[in-house]
């Protein structure tokens, strides 16, 4: 890529701008990506092994609790940190690869549909979006597991093809707009063919918001996993998610608690995490989206 | 009347491209006949039963007979029930419609005032901390957010119900549990709403009048800062729903979710469609019903 | 000589910054306005001549403050006053109308809402229908013709004009003894100006209405004040009747100004070449007050005379 192209300007201007939030988030994102990918060689214990008479041990610092299994160990006497390191990798490849899918198609659709603005293909599409917008991601994603095996592959190509009507709905709007500026009307009247006006005029202006949004887009995909894992519709024993260890806790609440609330807590530290990255790259790309839509009169 | 031609021109390509994707679903995921048959039943059995049901007709006329089935109330028969897939969720949904107006209460009960709060005091402490819990808050899963309170306030110190729906105490846990996340959202919304509308020029005319400054922020800002409020609230209710299945799990909620889940694990779409569509159907009435709050609310558009 | 309805001494505003002290938009203003008096305040956008309307009115925003000086108002020093005291006199004897007539209005109640709640402020036991009569009337002293249509309207409906009336007619719903207005004819067309110029006029006229009239617009002063101060940078430069001002401009910007008026057909950069200049600019700033007549005063630092 060349040093003048938009992308690299984009990310050029990423990396000057500061913010405390921003640098705590990509920290963690990156220890939580680093714990993920050399999962078994830092695990202190074989997170699938079962040990009766290591049953439901507590975290360190509670009575019963030993520096052995730091976070304590499950019902099956599985030690609970290493299960953690482990269902980081499914949330993180469900989160990426999802939105990579419905990244890519709301990309183009929105193109399409922006491009083609007001014609008849422009309102079937948002038709189209309006409806499955009207349908709860989850209420879909269920749907979906229905007619396909529960597993990783299905959870990423469900969750990727449900959650793309947000990214036609923006990146239409954005293309709406970058056409009503004079130099893509100029270029357009020059004759310009439109595979040109779309990546040298349209694409570049629409790249910054549409990272933004698709960076929090890992976020909800994540919590999306969780959730369907934990309903027990998601990635399946013995592979481990975080929504699987918290429906194994969910049980023994009353008398183990440390089972069902770290996992939580993995998700809600990840979530933020990327938040704040997404937060950070909308306060340096795209301060229009500061507000959140709201006011917009 | 041009307001309900256009809701008209909203609901019925949504309603059709609905059923399209429903429909589609079913189509893919192959005959439910298989399910219906007994181990030994021979190819000639399938051929008559797939007759019978109109399965081997194409898929366009399998279609229009599928809408004709929907216009006149006919979901299909459950096959875990042997009972009309409508009359089951029928019954059920009432629960899950109270759990999530009830969220939706709690919500806005928490986030109006904590958002005009946190925007009167911006950039102070007070500010940091409830723009702070409410970032935390939209990050926490629903259900775990259900789980701890159930710790807290079941376990540690008992003061809920656990599970269940027969009287009002049982609401608390749930109601609250849904209602903690689209507060998180609606705070940081109204907070933006009020400290976009306290900079308007009118507000120092109301000052300048000599009014009280509780009355300056109730009836001129957070009047005015209902309006975008409004629409993003409604903008909320699919995702208010689609949550609400997930926690009624969590606190054995005899509600559509539970059903749904029981559906999807024993295949029996003609209930998984049913709960689809009216929940999309309750989803386009709640679009409708923000609109018309919007027009009612705001007195520039009635007039355009 | 009685005392003046509204005296300032010695304003200072500031503003707090991020890391160094604190920003004065507002440098030690002193200025009086008598009863039925209408006073121009005159300078660019920057100038603290909002600043100073705003806090006579107690409306700064929160992170501007009154540093020190005081103000008085039909002899009480409202700074001084505790809030709810002080809230008691805006509205009542003190009221100020705004630039934007299109913004200075809450869009979602209906104008006779908003002349209502004005009345009901400060007279709480009034009835309904002495709300009613009163709101007409007012519409109509602002030279609203078809009011009980206007009353029943929301703001969108209405022109700038319109509105800017419908702001002066509650501006002057409870008769008060003192009206700023900050810059109240720039967002209108020239016809219209002039019309609202001459209501405000007129209401002074009638009503013995002390005026505080803000504006960038020397032209705009010429057709309306009686006493005129000119602001540059957060200080008065020059005060005077406007007989003087215009007759005898002793401020070199001032001077300026004057010949920047369209009126006067020069060349208006010169307003921005002074302002490039930082040895004039220094020469302008500081300096005592000199007193040129009894009502004629400028800011001027000795040697400085012969320049402009």
Known sequence: ?????????????????????????SITVTIIVLLAIFAPWIVPHDPFAIDATKRLIPPFWVDGGSTTYLLGTDHVGRDILSRLIYGGRVSLLVGLFSVIISGVIGLLLGLLAGYLGGTWVDHVLMRVVDAILAIPTLLLVLVAIVVFEPGLITLIVVIGLTSWPQYTRLVRGEVLSVKQREFVQLAYTLGAPHTYLIRRHILPNVVSSFIVVATIGIASAILTESSLSFLGLGVQPPDITWGGMLNDGRNYIATSWWI??????????????????????????????KQGGEGNE | MAFIKRSFLQIVPTLFILTLIVFGLVYVAGDPVVSMLPENATQEDRAVLEEALGLNEPFYVQYVNYIKDLVTGNFGQSLQYQEPALDLVMERFPATLVLSLMALGVAIVI???????????????????????????????????????????AVIIPIFPVSGAESPIHFVLPAVTLGVALAAEITRLIRGSVLEVIEQDFVQTARSKGQKETIVILRHVFLNSLIPAVTIIGLQFPQLIGGAIVVETVFSWPGVGRLLLSSIETGDMAVVQAIVFIIALITIVANLLTDAVYRILDPRIKYK | MSEPLLSVNNLVIQFPARDKDKITVVHDVSFHVNQGEVVAIVGESGSGKSMTSLAIMGLLKS???????????QGRNLLALPKNERRKIN??????????????????????????????????????????????????????????????????????????????????????????????????????????????????????????????????????????????????????????????????????????????????????????????????????????????????????????
Do not use: C
């Not at chain 3, 013995?208 to 000119?230: C, P, Y």
């Open chain 1, 1 to 25: 890529m060349s040093k003048n192209s938009p992308i690299t300007k984009t990310f050029t201007k990423i990396r000057n701008f500061t913010s405390p939030l921003g640098l705590i988030g």
């Open chain 1, 260 to 289: 069902a609330t770290f996992p939580g807590l993995a998700i809600t530290i990840t979530v933020l995490a990327i938040t704040f990255v997404g937060d950070w790259f909308r306060d340096v790309l795209d301060p229009r989206l």
């Open chain 2, 111 to 153: 986030s109006i005032p904590l958002g005009i709060f946190a925007a009167l005091k911006r950039n102070t402490v007070l500010d940091f901390l409830i723009s702070g819990v409410s970032i935390v808050g939209k990050a926490m899963p629903n259900y775990w957010i259900g789980i701890m309170l159930i710790l807290f306030f």
């Open chain 3, 63 to 73: 992170e501007g403050e009154v540093a020190s000086g005081a103000i008085h108002f």
């Open chain 3, 91 to 308: 509205g009542k004897d003190m009221t100020m109308i705004f630039q934007e007539p299109m913004s200075s209005l809450n869009p979602m109640l209906r104008i006779k809402t908003q002349i209502a709640e004005a009345l009901k402020i400060h007279h709480p036991d009034i009835s309904k229908k002495a709300i009613q009569e009163k709101s007409i009337d007012l519409l109509r002293q602002v030279e609203i013709n078809n009011a009980e249509a206007v009353a029943n309207r929301f703001p969108h409906q209405l022109s700038g004009g319109m509105r800017q009336r419908v702001m002066i007619a509650i501006a002057i719903a409870n008769e008060p003894q003192l009206l700023i207005a900050d810059e109240p004819t720039t967002a209108l067309d020239v016809t219209i100006q002039k019309q609202i110029l001459s209501l405000i006029k007129n209401l002074n006229r009638k009503n013995e209405m002390g005026v505080v009239f803000i504006t960038h617009d020397l032209s705009v002063v010429a057709d309306i004040a009686d006493r005129v101060l000119v602001m540059r940078q957060g200080k008065i430069v020059e005060e005077a009747t406007v007989f003087e001002l215009f007759d005898n401009p002793q401020h070199p910007y001032t001077i300026r100004l004057l010949k920047a008026m369209p009126t006067l057909e020069t060349d208006t950069d010169t307003i921005d070449s002074l302002m490039d200049d930082p040895a004039q600019l220094e020469r302008l700033e500081d300096g005592p007050f000199q007193t040129i007549s009894d009502t004629h005063f400028v800011r001027k630092k000795a040697g400085a005379d012969d320049e402009g």
